[in-house]
C-alpha cells in the first residue's frame, strides 16, 4: 500500500489560510468517506483534527475544515495562527482493515 | 479522561524480540479496536497492525506481517504487540491508538504518546 501524496511545506502569515491536498487512489481516498487528518507537533503524539472527510472533533478550533473530490482530500486551516505549525498527516481506510497515512505536510506560520 | 501509556521500548539487536504494551484507562477497552502505528525517526506515520475489541480478528501492514503479532487483555485494559525477527528498519516510535468508526477502520481519536524502539545491528 502506498502512501498518500501530499506536499512537503505549506506556509502562511497570521491570519491567512492554507490547503493542503492529501492525493490517493480510488482504491482508499476516493473509495471511502473515511479520511481523517491528525496534526503533530514535535516531539509530540499526533493529534485528530478531521474525521470522515469534514467533521470536527469536539475542541478543535473550527478554523480547520475538511473536504474531498475524487481522489483528492484536502485540509484548510482559515486564520493561521502561531500555534499552527506543525507536521499534518491525512489517512484513509484502504479495505480490508488496511490503512494508510500521508507522506505528511510541514505547516509554517511565517 | 482516556488514557493510553505505552511502555517496553529499547535498544534491542537485530534479529532479535521484543514485546511492547499499551496500559488504557478512562474508557470501556473492550469496546473498542485498537491499533499500533508507527513512525521511523524523522520520517511519517504508518500503521503497523490492528486488532478487534474482542481479540479474536488481527490485521498487519505487508511490512511486519508474519514478525508482529498483536493481543489484547480485556481484563487488564492492556494491547501488545509482540516484535520478532526485528530489523533495523523497524526502529521507530510505536504509538498505540484508539480506532474508531466502521469498526474502528475510520480514525484514531486517541494516542499514547509513544515508545521508542531502536533496532541495532
Known amino acids: 500500500q502506498s502512501a498518500l501524496t501530499q506536499p512537503p511545506s505549506a506556509s502562511g502569515s497570521p491570519g491567512q489560510s492554507v490547503t493542503i491536498s492529501c492525493t490517493g487512489t480510488?482504491?482508499?481516498?476516493?473509495?471511502?468517506?473515511?479520511v481523517s487528518w491528525y496534526q503533530q507537533h514535535p516531539g509530540k503524539a499526533p493529534k485528530l483534527m478531521i474525521y470522515?472527510?469534514?467533521k470536527r472533533p469536539s475542541g478543535v478550533p473550527d478554523r480547520f475544515s475538511g473536504s474531498k473530490s475524487g481522489n483528492t482530500a484536502s485540509l484548510t486551516v482559515s486564520g493561521l495562527q502561531a500555534e499552527d505549525e506543525a507536521d499534518y498527516y491525512c489517512?484513509?481506510?484502504?479495505?480490508?482493515?488496511?490503512?494508510?497515512f500521508g507522506t505528511g505536510t510541514k505547516v509554517t506560520v511565517l | 479522561q482516556v488514557r493510553l501509556v505505552e511502555s517496553g521500548g529499547g535498544v534491542v539487536q537485530s534479529g532479535r524480540s521484543l514485546r511492547v504494551s499499551c496500559a488504557a484507562s478512562?474508557?470501556?477497552?473492550?469496546?473498542?479496536?485498537m491499533r499500533w502505528v508507527r513512525q521511523a525517526p524523522g520520517k511519517g506515520l504508518e500503521w503497523v497492525a490492528a486488532?478487534?475489541?474482542?481479540?479474536?480478528?488481527?490485521y498487519y501492514a505487508d511490512s511486519v506481517k508474519g514478525r508482529f503479532s498483536i493481543s489484547r487483555d480485556n481484563s487488564k485494559t492492556t494491547l501488545f504487540l509482540q516484535m520478532n525477527s526485528l530489523r533495523a528498519e523497524d526502529t521507530a516510535v510505536y504509538y498505540c491508538?484508539?480506532?474508531?468508526?466502521?469498526?474502528?477502520?475510520?480514525?484514531?481519536?486517541?494516542w499514547g504518546q509513544g515508545t521508542l524502539v531502536t533496532v541495532s545491528s
Open positions: 478512562g474508557f470501556t477497552f473492550s469496546s473498542y479496536a
Open positions: 470522515e472527510v469534514s
Open positions: 491508538a484508539r480506532g474508531r468508526g466502521a469498526g474502528g477502520n475510520s480514525y484514531f481519536d486517541y
Open positions: 489517512s484513509s481506510y484502504a479495505g480490508s482493515n488496511n490503512f494508510v
Open positions: 486488532i478487534s475489541s474482542d481479540g479474536n480478528n488481527e
Open positions: 480510488s482504491s482508499d481516498v476516493g473509495g471511502y468517506n473515511y
